[in-house]
């Protein structure tokens, strides 16, 4: 077995994938970027960039907050902290992701209770969460992987009847929307990445929104100040543990550049994204991501398809690896999307018993493989992906991508 190598992010993930179709890098860059930038340096630091981008970004959205933070995962893991649950306290949330989506979770003692996906899907459900809800669980965050959005009005209303609050990982479906409403402003909070591979790719950004003044407020005393307060006399008082999350004015010239070109972004991959789904949708044993009716912009981040098993003479793997090999830069299967698979150090830390996870704070015994979540795990084993789907794609590139698949499927057909 090959030597496990530290994992990799950003360009120097992608680099090495070549092929017939476009890729993210070189990202494309607002035409303002390097106006703000140089505004910043200009100004010695001093403009407020980092605020005109909250402002920008909130309005853009409708909402009354937007709080930068230097990623998505500092992003959630400072909502964690805000909502100042009890260690222990389990939080339901989406097992197909990444793994910043969990990081806040695990550092702030609470449990992570992963629900099986919806068959066919790589979202939870209403019918898949509510089998898990019990008297410790404290809120739902509901991930919209690919950038198809999770059915939430079920979701609320589940929620609702449980007194739970929801929130969403909006980080692969920004300025996407669910039955004409943008996904991040579904649930009481959401958290976003402008990470350089993301669809908004700046750099290595993120932000939370949020309608909650007082959440609001809690996120900027914890993920900004460091829970410290000005005592007259004395200097900073820290009255509770903080971080210092702040998006950097420069990440922030850039964000703000992004935002600008944004949506007609999405818009254009909503386009190609529904166009590639049908046209790899006509090949045989191939089945494209379903898009429901209710994700009204496909803010597609990646492009993913099943494949089914018993139409080809190849593994899911070794059909991914020729799909590469023909011209389609990063296809692959992603089985380290199942995050109670992934997470090895949950599963040990479970079996051990270890804080929290010790009776008390924990409430009962949990375990995270890959049975936690049977229709997940399934689905993952014949499901192929390319992140590297971006809106450099023309209808040119959509018809190249399906014919390579096309070949791909004649070549391996039982
Ligand atoms: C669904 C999801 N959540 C969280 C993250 C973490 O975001 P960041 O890299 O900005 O910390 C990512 C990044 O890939 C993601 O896709």
Request: hydrophobic letters at 35%; proline letters at 6%.
């Amino acid at each position: 077995m090959a030597e496990d190598r530290r994992a990799a992010w950003g360009y120097q993930a992608h680099q090495d994938e070549v092929g017939k179709l476009p890729t993210p890098f070189p990202r494309t860059m607002g035409p303002n970027a390097l106006k703000y930038v140089q505004e910043v340096v200009e100004s010695g630091l001093a403009s407020d960039m980092f605020g005109r981008f909250e402002r920008a970004f909130a309005e853009a959205y409708g909402v009354k907050h937007c709080i930068a933070t230097p990623g998505c995962t500092p992003a959630l893991a400072t909502l964690a902290a805000a909502f100042d649950f009890e260690p222990g306290d389990e939080i339901i949330v989406s097992p197909i992701t990444d793994y910043g989506t969990v990081q806040g979770l695990v550092a702030e003692d609470y449990i992570p209770v992963f629900p099986d996906t919806a068959p066919g899907t790589v979202n939870i459900s209403a019918a898949t969460i509510e089998p898990l809800i019990t008297d410790r669980t404290r809120a739902i965050l509901c991930v919209h992987k690919t950038g198809i959005p999770c059915d939430m009005d079920p979701i609320n209303d589940l929620a609702a009847q449980h007194g739970l609050i929801v929130y969403e990982d909006a980080c692969q479906a920004v300025f996407g929307e669910y039955k004409g409403r943008l996904c991040g402003t579904l649930g009481h909070a959401a958290g976003f990445s402008f990470d350089s591979e993301k669809t908004m790719g700046s750099d290595v950004g993120g932000c939370v929104i949020t309608e909650d003044d007082d959440l609001a407020e809690r996120i900027r005393f914890i993920g900004q100040s460091r829970g410290a307060r000005q005592r007259e006399g004395f200097g900073r008082l820290h009255t509770e543990p903080g971080y210092a999350y702040r998006m950097p004015h420069c990440t922030a010239a850039i964000c703000l550049a992004q935002l600008e070109i944004i949506q007609d972004q999405v818009a254009h991959r909503d386009r190609m994204v529904r166009l590639l789904s049908e046209l790899v949708g006509q090949i045989d044993g191939v089945t494209p991501l379903p898009i429901p009716d209710f994700c009204t912009v496909y803010s597609a981040w990646m492009f993913g398809m099943s494949i089914d098993p018993a139409q080809f003479t190849c593994s899911a793997d070794e059909f991914g690896a020729q799909l590469a090999e023909a011209g389609i830069p990063g296809a692959s299967t992603a089985r380290y999307y199942l995050m109670p698979e992934a997470c090895t150090f949950l599963q040990r830390r479970a079996q051990e018993g270890r804080y929290p996870y010790s009776m008390p704070p924990a409430a009962r015994e949990y375990s995270y493989d890959e049975r936690t979540c049977p229709t997940a795990h399934e689905f993952l084993d014949t499901w192929i992906r390319w992140s590297t789907f971006c809106e450099k794609y023309t209808e040119e590139h959509c018809e190249l991508a399906a014919s390579i698949v096309r070949e791909v499927a004649d070549r391996n057909r039982r």
